[in-house]
């Protein structure tokens, strides 16, 4: 057990990992010299070299074709988008490309990449480095998305995804890199996808988040256990595979859900895990699902003042959920 | 006997036999599946006539079973090269079960065959020229003696995948030759509105060579390709080779090519046609002669049309079949 | 008052548009002579000259970005995307640029572009002829998603297209083109955007759709009537702005809910639709709200019997209408 | 008084001393930001010293108020001469509600003014070359007499939307000017594992004319910029101008660019600061002397002073703005 901060777990893993498989590659803009512009490829070109650390050019685009290339050929490579942001000119090779290849050649051909993307805001980023992106790639089928918010769940994420015969698109809350710690086991471990955590028990109401959102759903529902209500917290960890039975179990017992996130509401992850419960468990509930997600502007704007009116926080969390325990 | 040209370019007489059978091939499949579509058993059809000498030529270039190949959905005489038969294809045409690109999930003509190393291709033009890349870039990096060969037409060069993939090539100096099938058309838009300057002439510009020829000349097409393949093979990094040649149907079964070309521009193409003009050649210096061409012309129809029937007669996948292989781990609903 | 199939009502009013108005201009691939793969622009070369009517090299950034260029400098560029499913090399032109520049402006520039896109199934297109992209884009705020099911939503919502001082996403299903027939006014008119269609009225369940699928579910319905069962029918025309309002009257007088589209059903447009009846109507409910979608799988095969098995059918409709009717 | 260089090329004594000027006041603004970024004042910086030459004289070769400037954030000088204020940068750098490009609504250095014909940028690399495309060809169909320029750097040149761009302008002849500010680094990635062959060296590929010049040169910069604007507003079409230089800061206030050159390396760049440089030519020519330098210096920094203090004390958006101009005609939540 080691302590660590998210954005360390991860460049430890990879770093291991690399050390283990040499068909393990990464590549992307600035993943050498510079060690990423977030250090998680730090030193990785002094130890595996230029060969396996490929600073490529800056094209989402090839970034994403390279790296289906590569995995076709049997390597394993690992791909960073530098910021989640800018993985749209990569757009129709990941989805159009990737995630089809097996279907459409009768499960001839695989594709096991991962692509790191940083995404999310609330770290002064404006409109084009803060955004969310798991809503456009979780409706894809061949994909998976996963969004670890935790480093013992970055260690054992990452190489689940790497391990994985699909394409995995790899999601890291700029947020959490170095404000979330925790405990680290030094040995090799995996977290299966599609399998939620159930952080904190509760019987009053459930709340649904991932990334940094459900560290401030934990923080909020902290505030209403001093006053006797007990929220149970999920961290969804997975987008894609999601995990229902999770949910509709928590949903069974509590009576009153509320999803947290914080890419625009409007057809976002929020809107699939409510419509899930609107099938599955209409009447377990006792009050309409809750849904927080970000206003419906392109993502939150430079300005301090504009960017708290967007990012749901803490006090914003703890306040629906009282609400909604009072329902 | 005249002095040829072929033998120059290190071709033997089998060789040059078997290039004209797939060129012969490639027509009689294209024939019958324009009967076939004609007849409403093929809904789907995308042609190949016209493009023979240069698929075929370039195609013979690389070697079978060590090279890749990242084609696109014109290369039906390319694919024969690459070890899929007439009965394949027909398969493909048929969407049916034993289809071995897709298993009839995918529209006729989006080849795919692992154990060919031709690269499962999709509809989205030229994101095959990238994988292409990524696949020559694993090459040397597993330091294996193998050619990657990506084909794609005039068209293809607009969009951002091969701009992307010509820079990365040019860069890693990769062991990868871009094959030009220059029709000058993109469905109905010429060439004067698709490319600003010239394909071969964008090659300087990524630092390799690049070169241009006549794609209704089989051996000129070879010629130029085999030189860019060596290169490759010998650690000089890529070449882009743009063939000149012309599509004698339309587009496709759904194109109707009279709303954009005039029949005496498509007359004057046909006049030109790479198979006669082989044939002639292959007269010249003595390689062929009329029981010979009557001989192989027979053959190659018979098993175009024993073939086709078969897949006809092959079974469709099971409906249910639709829901395998969208991932290797997780069943889907 | 002529009778008119859909694409025909979008060809004479695009045609009409360009006359009244030189700022209109068309881009896309095969515009010009071949008059667009669907005949959407057939004769305009002649009628209007190469000038504004561009056919346009092969790459949809270019036709995505040249277009936002053309809309900056006060032209009304209707761009063609000759099938949806060749979107996605656009795809950061239309989300990052179109959709943000009013936005990261301040106000200060807007786009006025309509992007035509032919769309969905059943035309034996398989994979990558057949998609569904409404999900994607109306996601993404600064962005409007309409999907005109009639000849007179057709002409009504592309003359509201133009006239739209933002960029608008205008969807046109492949199978309704010569399938769906109707009367179409001579005189220009508008069609507002997020105003759905009730087009069968009853009291028994609502059925929720567009497009295609529209289509369907009113012969289900009218099927269900002649036993008695009347299903209201709404076809929601425009997805953003969504017609919150019409679902949520109509829900309440039902209480029960059913969204059909076969786009895949994670992430589609229904769990929008069935999360607001979660958020807003759940006590009016008295059954599971039903999604019918996609499978999980990437869109349609080319082999008939595949392709039959992936898209919902008029008995497949009709089969969840009764049961949903009866629970 | 020696024969000097920019009578040839039409400049004046009060250009001149206006482009040293702008140089000046770039230089000026961008000492300032990163003062006030080590104070925890502004959090976020992007320089341009090094860059000012290319800048100001590729600038200086158009029109204002009459073409269009479609620039990256790299463009601080050019944005000064485009005729955004000091005043201006900074309120764009503190984010306050004034800022013209986006009412503190972009990272700053987001550069945009429909009055000033300065088209809204963004952060996705290369996009603009699209959008200036398309405005190029707007001017043209109006025939407006109006040329349009966009600048990315040599990172840029690797996004399908320049090829597209490229392409584009090539095709129809756009009045349209293609300017790289290549400083051989795209924050840590060497332009050789960047761009395969040269910049400038595609040009020819697309059909346009290309030229490389010493882009700390203001001179220089300005005289083939000032060729391929003239070009333009006659008809003949686009052009690319790749214009060689350095940027001697990090790539932003985020970047720490010791992890990828060395301090020689900068040293040598700076050692060729352009200012000075030009500084010395126009003493040579007798146009400045010590006095005139030490005023236009004086005046520079007293003014970036200033409107650094104003934009420091102006206000903030209001929370609910951001609510706003998401579309014309709906209200969200
Ligand atoms: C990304 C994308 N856009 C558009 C299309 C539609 N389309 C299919 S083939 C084609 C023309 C291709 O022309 P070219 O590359 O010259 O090849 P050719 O058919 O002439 O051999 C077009 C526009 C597509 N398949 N993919
Ligand atoms: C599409 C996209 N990918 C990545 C980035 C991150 N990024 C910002 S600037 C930059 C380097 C640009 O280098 P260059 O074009 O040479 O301009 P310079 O900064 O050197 O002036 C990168 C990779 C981005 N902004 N957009
Ligand atoms: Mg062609
Ligand atoms: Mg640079």
Same mark, same amino acid.
């Given at each position: 057990? /080691?302590?660590?901060?998210v954005?360390?777990?991860?460049? =430890?893993?990879?770093?291991?990992?690399?050390?283990?498989?040499?068909?393990?590659?990464?590549?992307?803009e600035?993943?050498?010299?510079?060690?990423?512009?977030?250090?998680?490829?730090?030193?990785?070109?002094?130890?595996?070299?230029?060969?396996?650390?490929?600073?490529?050019?800056?094209d989402?685009?090839?970034?994403?074709?390279v790296?289906?290339?590569?995995?076709?050929?049997?390597l394993?490579?690992?791909a960073?988008?530098?910021?989640?942001?800018?993985?749209?000119?990569?757009?129709?090779?990941?989805?159009?490309?990737?995630?089809?290849?097996?279907?459409?050649?009768?499960?001839d051909?695989?594709?096991?990449?991962?692509?790191?993307?940083?995404?999310?805001?609330?770290v002064?980023?404006?409109?084009?480095?803060?955004?969310?992106?798991?809503?456009?790639?979780?409706?894809?089928?061949?994909? $998976?998305?996963?969004?670890?918010?935790t480093?013992?769940?970055?260690?054992?994420?990452?190489?689940?995804?790497?391990?994985?015969?699909?394409?995995?698109?790899?999601?890291?809350?700029?947020?959490t890199?170095?404000?979330?710690?925790?405990?680290?086991?030094?040995?090799?471990?995996?977290?299966?996808?599609?399998?939620?955590?159930?952080?904190?028990?509760?019987?009053?109401?459930?709340?649904?988040?991932?990334?940094?959102m459900?560290?401030?759903?934990?923080?909020?529902?902290?505030?209403?256990?001093?006053?006797?209500?007990?929220?149970?917290?999920i961290?969804?960890?997975?987008?894609?595979?999601?995990?229902?039975?999770?949910?509709?179990?928590?949903?069974?017992?509590t009576?009153?859900?509320?999803?947290?996130?914080?890419?625009?509401?409007?057809?976002?992850v929020?809107?699939?895990?409510?419509?899930?419960?609107?099938?599955?468990?209409?009447?377990?509930?006792?009050?309409?699902?809750?849904?927080?997600?970000?206003?419906?502007?392109?993502?939150?704007?430079?300005?301090? /003042?504009?960017?708290?009116?967007?990012?749901? =926080?803490?006090?914003?969390i703890?306040?629906?959920?009282?609400?909604?325990?009072?329902f | 006997?005249?002095?040829?040209?072929?033998? %120059?370019l290190?071709?033997?007489?089998?060789?040059?036999?078997?290039?004209?059978?797939?060129?012969?091939?490639?027509?009689?499949?294209?024939?019958?599946?324009?009967?076939?579509?004609?007849?409403?058993?093929?809904?789907?059809v995308?042609?190949?006539?016209?493009?023979?000498?240069?698929?075929?030529?370039?195609?013979?270039?690389?070697? $079978?079973?060590k090279?890749?190949?990242?084609?696109?959905?014109?290369?039906?005489?390319?694919?024969?090269?690459?070890?899929?038969?007439?009965k %394949?294809?027909?398969?493909?045409?048929?969407?049916?079960?034993?289809?071995?690109?897709?298993?009839?999930?995918?529209?006729?003509?989006?080849?795919?065959?692992?154990?060919?190393?031709?690269i499962?291709?999709?509809?989205?033009?030229?994101?095959?020229?990238?994988?292409?890349?990524g696949?020559?870039?694993?090459?040397?990096? $597993?330091?294996?003696?193998?050619?990657?060969?990506?084909?794609?037409? @005039?068209?293809?060069?607009?969009?951002?995948?091969?701009?992307?993939?010509?820079?990365?090539?040019?860069?890693h100096?990769?062991?990868?030759?871009?094959?030009?099938?220059?029709?000058?058309?993109?469905?109905?838009?010429?060439?004067?509105?698709?490319?600003?300057?010239?394909?071969?002439?964008?090659?300087?510009g990524?630092?390799?060579?690049?070169?241009?020829? =006549?794609?209704?000349?089989?051996? @000129?097409?070879?010629k130029?390709?085999?030189?860019?393949?060596d290169?490759?093979?010998?650690?000089?990094?890529?070449?882009?080779?743009?063939?000149?040649?012309?599509?004698?149907?339309?587009?496709?079964?759904?194109? %109707?090519?009279?709303?954009?070309?005039?029949?005496?521009?498509?007359?004057?193409?046909?006049?030109?046609?790479?198979?006669?003009?082989?044939?002639?050649?292959?007269?010249?210096?003595?390689?062929?002669?009329?029981?010979?061409?009557?001989?192989?012309?027979?053959?190659?129809?018979?098993?175009?049309?024993? =073939?086709?029937?078969?897949?006809?007669?092959?079974?469709?996948?099971?409906p249910?079949?639709?829901?395998?292989?969208?991932?290797?781990?997780?069943?889907?609903?």
């Amino acid at each position: 057990m /080691t302590e660590k901060n998210v954005v360390s777990a991860i460049h =430890d893993t990879l770093m291991d990992e690399m050390k283990r498989d040499d068909r393990v590659v990464v590549l992307g803009e600035d993943v050498g010299a510079r060690g990423g512009v977030f250090r998680v490829t730090m030193g990785f070109v002094d130890e595996f070299g230029e060969e396996r650390v490929i600073d490529t050019p800056l094209d989402e685009c090839l970034i994403a074709g390279v790296a289906i290339g590569l995995a076709i050929d049997d390597l394993r490579p690992v791909a960073e988008m530098q910021f989640a942001d800018f993985i749209f000119p990569g757009f129709q090779q990941i989805v159009q490309e990737a995630a089809r290849i097996r279907y459409r050649s009768n499960g001839d051909f695989g594709v096991p990449m991962v692509i790191r993307a940083p995404y999310g805001g609330g770290v002064h980023g404006a409109l084009y480095h803060s955004q969310s992106i798991e809503a456009f790639f979780a409706h894809v089928p061949g994909l $998976k998305v996963v969004v670890p918010s935790t480093p013992y769940d970055a260690k054992g994420m990452l190489i689940q995804a790497i391990e994985d015969p699909d394409p995995v698109l790899y999601l890291e809350h700029k947020k959490t890199y170095r404000l979330i710690k925790g405990e680290v086991p030094d040995e090799r471990y995996t977290v299966e996808f599609g399998k939620a955590a159930v952080r904190r028990e509760g019987n009053d109401l459930t709340c649904i988040s991932y990334g940094l959102m459900h560290h401030y759903c934990v923080e909020a529902a902290e505030r209403l256990a001093k006053d006797g209500i007990d929220a149970e917290v999920i961290d969804l960890r997975s987008i894609y595979p999601l995990d229902t039975e999770a949910i509709l179990e928590s949903v069974g017992k509590t009576g009153k859900a509320m999803v947290v996130y914080e890419d625009n509401k409007f057809l976002g992850v929020g809107a699939e895990v409510a419509a899930q419960i609107s099938e599955h468990a209409l009447f377990d509930l006792d009050a309409p699902v809750v849904r927080i997600g970000g206003a419906h502007v392109p993502a939150m704007p430079y300005a301090p /003042t504009l960017e708290k009116w967007f990012l749901p =926080d803490v006090d914003r969390i703890e306040q629906h959920m009282r609400k909604l325990a009072e329902f | 006997m005249s002095k040829d040209l072929h033998t %120059d370019l290190g071709l033997k007489e089998e060789d040059l036999i078997e290039m004209y059978r797939f060129m012969l091939l490639a027509r009689f499949c294209d024939e019958r599946q324009w009967g076939l579509n004609r007849q409403g058993k093929a809904p789907f059809v995308v042609p190949v006539s016209g493009h023979e000498a240069a698929q075929v030529g370039s195609g013979w270039a690389f070697e $079978k079973g060590k090279d890749v190949f990242c084609p696109y959905y014109r290369d039906l005489a390319l694919m024969l090269v690459a070890g899929l038969t007439p009965k %394949d294809v027909f398969l493909g045409l048929f969407g049916k079960k034993d289809d071995p690109s897709s298993g009839g999930r995918q529209m006729p003509a989006h080849w795919g065959s692992k154990e060919r190393n031709i690269i499962t291709g999709s509809s989205p033009i030229a994101t095959q020229c990238l994988h292409a890349a990524g696949i020559a870039y694993s090459k040397k990096y $597993k330091k294996q003696d193998a050619v990657v060969g990506t084909w794609f037409g @005039e068209g293809g060069t607009s969009e951002g995948d091969w701009h992307g993939a010509m820079n990365f090539a040019g860069i890693h100096k990769l062991p990868l030759v871009f094959v030009c099938e220059n029709n000058q058309y993109a469905i109905s838009v010429h060439e004067s509105k698709q490319v600003a300057g010239s394909v071969h002439g964008r090659a300087a510009g990524y630092g390799m060579p690049g070169a241009l020829g =006549d794609g209704n000349d089989v051996l @000129e097409s070879y010629k130029l390709v085999k030189e860019a393949v060596d290169r490759a093979r010998a650690g000089e990094g890529p070449s882009l080779i743009e063939l000149k040649t012309y599509r004698f149907y339309s587009h496709t079964s759904d194109d %109707d090519d009279r709303t954009y070309r005039t029949k005496e521009e498509v007359d004057e193409a046909r006049a030109k046609d790479p198979i006669p003009r082989f044939e002639k050649y292959l007269r010249s210096v003595d390689i062929l002669d009329d029981k010979q061409v009557a001989e192989i012309t027979e053959n190659a129809k018979t098993q175009v049309a024993e =073939d086709s029937k078969e897949a006809e007669a092959a079974d469709f996948p099971d409906p249910i079949d639709a829901a395998k292989h969208v991932y290797a781990d997780l069943e889907v609903e």
